[in-house]
């Protein structure tokens, strides 16, 4: 055996507790296994002694084969765990004498892999739930502001009638004054006039019930007219709010994108 792989062989415990994880450490010669020190999860009951030959196709075989250091990761239908394999050759006045091999369990990198994974697929569907309620907030807005603009039309529409009312109001008025009017001079006409005074008071009666009638239409609109207002204050305050909720599903989408790519990144890079 040469004096490198004695070394080696004399110290491979420290080599196997120096590795942050808990490893499976083997050292080889160019046609046996020397040593093999298996881990609490991974075992491969690889006996030393076994012949190299025997094992074709493993990574300390192709490193041993090819002078390279090598990697290969693989999966749990081995002994259960999956781990990854690395498997450097030793060298000795310029010539292979043996191969240094390292497992390591590579269950926490496939459970981030699995994390990850599911993290991206979760935040998709939450950015997808997210578009759709920005979506359904922004139709309310477009509704909202429709009828921001009707209790505007209708507030304008309110305006011109009590313009109205105020003409007929006049008018009922001055109609009122011509039927006292001719009302007096009826009276002064005595017997020929009795004819006109009844025409006359009659008119002073529509005058009456018409200025009657306009301001119960004005009290009306006026508690209408308040009403309108009122509405149109919470239209807004909702419009606002509804703006304010739309930045903030921006906001939330935003950091959804930024969460997905990071699991999507951490994927990629584990796959490497």
Request: with cysteine; hydrophobic share 40%.
């Amino acid at each position: 055996m040469s004096t490198k792989l004695q070394a080696l062989l004399a110290c491979l415990e420290d080599i196997k507790a120096s590795q942050v994880e808990d490893v499976c450490v083997a050292l080889t010669d160019t046609e046996k296994y020397l040593a093999f020190l298996p881990s609490e999860t991974l075992n491969l009951h690889t006996e030393p002694g076994t012949p190299i030959e025997g094992i074709k196709g493993t990574v300390t075989e192709r490193a041993l084969r090819s002078g390279k250091k090598l990697s290969q990761e693989q999966g749990p239908e081995i002994c259960g765990t999956p781990y990854i394999s690395t498997a450097t050759p030793i060298y000795e006045d310029g010539r292979i004498v043996g191969c240094l091999t390292i497992l390591t369990s590579n269950a926490k990198i496939e459970n981030i892999r699995s994390v990850s994974s599911t993290l991206a697929a979760t935040v998709e569907e939450m950015t997808a739930t997210a578009d759709q309620v920005a979506a359904v907030s922004l139709h309310v807005n477009e509704q909202i502001l429709g009828v921001s603009q009707e209790s505007q039309f209708v507030t304008t529409e309110i305006d011109k009638i009590f313009k109205v009312l105020s003409f007929v109001n006049e008018m009922a008025s001055q109609s009122h004054m011509l039927g006292l009017n001719a009302a007096i001079e009826a009276a002064r006409a005595g017997e020929h006039g009795r004819g006109f005074s009844i025409v006359a008071n009659e008119i002073r009666k529509m005058a009456t019930q018409s200025k009657e009638a306009s301001e119960e239409i004005q009290k009306q609109l006026k508690f209408i007219e308040t009403s309108m207002h009122k509405m149109n204050a919470a239209i807004q305050s909702v419009s606002s709010q509804s703006q304010n909720s739309s930045a903030s599903i921006q906001e939330l989408r935003a950091a959804f994108e930024h969460i997905a790519n990071t699991a999507t990144e951490l994927y990629d890079e584990i796959q490497k």
